[in-house]
């Protein structure tokens, strides 16, 4: 595993409890683009932030003595930025939209777009900053990134990207994984980066001979930062897979890789290629000077913070819900979604749809990722807000949006029969090749607006409760409450309601559940701080200690009749799923 040092540089003074010395990197690979002016963007519906404000006098002295601490993720529809105090109460935000493209058939980021994005969100932090605290942003105590899980961004030995950005959304490594999981005994992902760098070598692209290092998109950003290529083990492990008793990749099946025919003339070894994994609060490096310039190009911002092992959305969701224990799990949704449970020991079998990945501390943790659950249900909310824009009425778009998930608790669980296909994207959960969004109702069932709803927001969890299925009843995996964060969440008792009759599981939502993994990474920069100043606290110890500890939930337990029909709801989606199938075939 690969990981490149630079000489220590002095840093401007910050304060000395939460700033060692900044180490010197040259100047990023990427090259920056102009900064949006467009200011914060409006969220999402189903991205609307719902955490506490803090109170402004004790904010503004937080940030002006340089003790704020700072989580960045690349999501797949926004970058965030969020600000926190060490108790995890939200100072500051930001956000910048962004969007993937299929470009010759694969989905991608323009990779401008990432150092460009990342300055725009925390350009529009430092305004509401200002906005709200009358203080200028210009110290940091500490700093993470996270970023969408997994994909293949390849590098050649001057750091220059090989091919465009491969996202998790892509499903054309099959054949890789399959190799993959058959060679390891057990289950590859299609989207995992070792199996998108087996797809290139059989498909004997050119790039392959010349690649030096491999890493996740947090992993990347985090290097531009702080000159260090290192990546959280969480976001490792969507990688490669994780041995958790050595809290590194596992070395038999790195030996595993290297014996396969497809791979003994390539002139490099895996081990070469990949980050250093790094446990939640080891040192992984401070911003730098060119980092900092990086990040705000104004200037303002001094290097000096203590940066978190960059971690994927996986790994925030998990500390953004305090679901880091065995027996505990948690859910995250936004345009793709997955379920976390960590596990008590090994699951018996592997099985495809489920992923063994960690948490940020390393524990083992089964994975149901799904490509699709928010973006479909936000297109067509979006489309009902146009119909009532018609009518003259000055509605708010949150508001209505608050109107409609009501709404659809008027309808039976089983949405009257009515089925959504929410499929933007290929679903690897349910064997589907390529999205094609469907609605489908049987003859002689009416269309009326709750059922509809109902139905939008079956299907946003569908994939997902088909994958939990065979974890907690096919496996026998106990979870004893899942948490819940997403802005879908934030109308209260609607969807986190429907996810509990799904998941058969009572689910738990706090205050901060639309901040989401921007949040969760802060709250591991203030770990990694705490690391940093001698404190030996654990990571799911530092979480109930000082952050948890007097957090407000609301649980929700499944209802009888809501969690019967949504199982009759499910077999039927699950039944008519070759539909789904032939028209990605026909419709082009």
Partial sequence: MTEPMHPAATSPAV????????AGHPAPVTDSAPVSDAGPVTASATETDAAPAA???TAAEVISSGGALLGIELGSTRIKAVLIDPAGTVLASGAHAWENRLVDGIWTYGFDEVVSGVQAAYAALAADVRERHATELTALAGLGVSAMMHGYLAFDADGELLVPFRTWRNTTTGSAAATLSEAFGRNIPLRWSVSH??????EGEEHVVRIAHLNTLAGHVHELL??????????ASGMFPIDPATRDYDEHLLDAFAGLDAVREVPWDLRDLLPRPLVAGEAAGTLTADGAALLDPTGALRPGAVM???????????VATNSVRPRTGNVSAGTSAFAMVVLESDLPTPREEIDLVATPAGDAVAMIHTNNCTGDLDQWLGLLGEAAALTGAQVDRDELFHLLFTAALDAPADADGLLVYNYLSGEHQTGVATGRPMVVRPEGVGLALAPFLRA???????????????????????????????GIFTTRGVAQQVLADALGVPVAVAESAGEGGAWGMAVLAGHAVARAQGDGTALADHLAQRIFADLELTTLAPHPEGQAGYARWLDRYLAALP??????????
């Fill in 226 to 235: 702080s000159g260090r290529r290192v990546l959280g083990i969480g976001d």
């Fill in 308 to 318: 978190a092992p960059p971690e994927g959305d996986a790994g925030t969701g998990m």
């Fill in 456 to 486: 939008q927001l079956n299907g946003a969890f569908a994939a997902l409760a088909a994958g939990m299925r065979v974890l907690l009843r096919d496996e026998g995996v106990v979870c004893d409450e899942m948490f819940a964060h997403g």
């Fill in 579 to 588: 539909v789904e199938r032939f028209a990605g075939e026909l419709i082009v």
């Fill in 197 to 202: 760098l087996l797809h290139a070598v059989l």
């Fill in 55 to 57: 109170d402004p006098t």
């Fill in 15 to 22: 304060p000395a409890s939460t700033a060692p010395e900044a």
